[in-house]
């Protein structure tokens, strides 16, 4: 099985990292291989809202995004990884997000041409950690993507988050999320 992930923290090292490679050891231990990709490594312009992507499906901005596109397209199993800044994803996992206006364009041109198979076996997570402990701090993320993986067509699989995390290095210190996150990585590759 193979799992592409996407690290929205600008931050090397840091908890998100250190949360989203425990799920990827998880993958590795179930058979599974995982690519990790650092959104903040690449240059990721916003998207325009320009309409281009309607009638082709193909996103008329020139960055590294034109690669993910192809990936994404492969990929059976998609983790959106971001820690929460002031209730959402960060500014390079949205503007990565909204880059997938692209997908959602081509997906519904397929459409209307009889071309699109739904895929219930193709699957995205989020994985997230957020500083305080607020009661809906994950709500807005969540919701991001779930509708980032509407937009791909692919099926929400569900996430793993945790709370209370915000110390650089305190990730690697909760043990037993540590735990859980592997099994969660485990339990995705199935």
């Known amino acids: 099985m193979k799992v592409l992930a996407f690290n929205g923290s600008p931050r090397r090292g840091g908890n998100t990292e250190t949360l989203l490679s425990a799920v990827a050891k998880g993958v590795e231990l179930a058979g599974g291989e995982i690519e990790i990709i650092r959104l903040a490594d690449l240059t990721i312009s ?3 809202s320009c309409g281009g992507c309607d009638k082709t499906g193909i996103c008329v901005l020139k960055d590294d ?3 993910l596109y192809e990936k994404i397209g492969r990929a059976r199993r998609i983790i959106l ?3 929460i ?11 990565f997000v909204d880059r997938a206006q692209a997908l959602w364009s081509k997906k519904n ?3 209307k041409k009889g071309q699109w198979c739904e895929d219930p076996d193709r699957l995205g997570f989020f994985v997230s950690v957020a500083a305080t402990k607020g009661e809906k701090i994950f709500d807005g993320a969540v919701l991001t993507a ?3 993986y509407d937009a791909l067509g692919v ?8 709370k209370g995390v915000d110390k650089r290095g305190e990730m690697e210190k909760a043990e037993e999320k540590i735990r859980e996150a592997e099994e969660f990585g485990r339990r995705i590759t199935g």
């Open 65 to 67: 995004m034109g690669e």
């Open 81 to 83: 990884a971001s820690p």
């Open 85 to 95: 800044y002031f209730y959402g994803v960060t500014a390079h996992a949205k503007a």
């Open 46 to 48: 916003p998207c325009l």
């Open 146 to 148: 779930k509708y980032f």
């Open 109 to 111: 041109l397929l459409k």
């Open 155 to 162: 099926s929400y699989g569900g996430a793993f988050l945790v």
